[in-house]
């Protein structure tokens, strides 16, 4: 079974800090991605990773940063968090390839006092 | 925006009764897929119906993909308690390997 884990299930932090979310997966997929999802916008994509230190922005980036220095492991960083980070974060993998699911982690909830 | 819409946002039905989603979206898609969210939880992945597809089916679940009016429904067949949960259609997009997720259909299944 693919497994998506994540540091954190909750996570409580105060405005201005750094955050680190951690993200694993143990099927050696090529593919990572991070995603907030929010009451009434379902998920955004915030970064996506097709490879090992390879990245691209996704749909709200601002205002975050990633890191995937090994292939099984993507971070993702709040350089100075802002109470409008506070979300649900969620993590997925997937296999390279256009029609591929994607496997997620059960989410870490972040709240920025 | 290129994210998948569904519809209704809410749906509350009787155990035995089944269930109907609605997934419209805008661009042209290389594949669709459905994904269920229980309450605080990840997303566990349902179906996959590729663009060349018409229907699918995987145990009560049944798939429809209509790519003229750009819109798929999922129909959930002798709903259960168990079934309660969010619904979420994924589009994904020719050479990209990213999909756009609507805002999802709350279903909840009275016993």
């Known amino acids: 079974d693919v497994k998506v884990t994540q540091s954190s299930r909750y996570l409580v932090k105060r405005t201005g800090e750094k955050v680190f979310l951690e993200c694993v997966q143990d099927?050696?997929?090529?593919?990572m991605f991070w995603y907030r999802q929010d009451p009434g916008l379902g998920l955004r994509l915030i970064y996506f990773?097709?490879?090992?230190?390879?990245?691209e922005k996704g749909d709200i980036p601002e205002g975050y940063s990633v890191s995937r220095e090994k292939k099984e492991r993507f971070s993702l960083i709040l350089e100075s968090a802002s109470t409008n980070q506070t979300s649900m974060y969620l993590c997925?993998?997937?296999?390279?390839?256009?029609?591929?699911?994607?496997?997620f982690g059960p989410g870490t909830r972040l709240t920025v006092t | 925006s290129q994210q998948g819409e569904e519809d209704p946002q809410a749906l509350s039905i009787q155990e035995g009764e089944n269930a109907t989603m609605n997934c419209s979206y805008k661009t042209s898609i290389n594949n669709l897929q459905w994904y269920r969210q229980n309450s605080g939880r990840g997303l566990v992945h349902l179906i996959l119906?590729?663009?060349?597809?018409r229907e699918k089916h995987s145990g009560r679940l049944r798939v429809t993909l209509d790519t003229s009016k750009k819109s798929s429904s999922l129909l959930i067949t002798a709903s259960r308690a168990a079934d309660t949960a969010s619904y979420f259609c994924?589009?994904?997009?020719?050479?990209?390997?990213?999909?756009?997720f609507g805002s999802g259909t709350k279903l909840n299944v009275k016993p």
């Open positions: 099927m050696d997929h090529e593919n």
């Open positions: 994924a589009t994904g997009q020719y050479n990209f390997n990213k999909f756009y």
């Open positions: 997925a993998s997937s296999p390279t390839g256009q029609a591929n699911e994607q496997y």
């Open positions: 119906i590729r663009s060349n597809e």
């Open positions: 990773s097709y490879d090992v230190k390879m990245k």
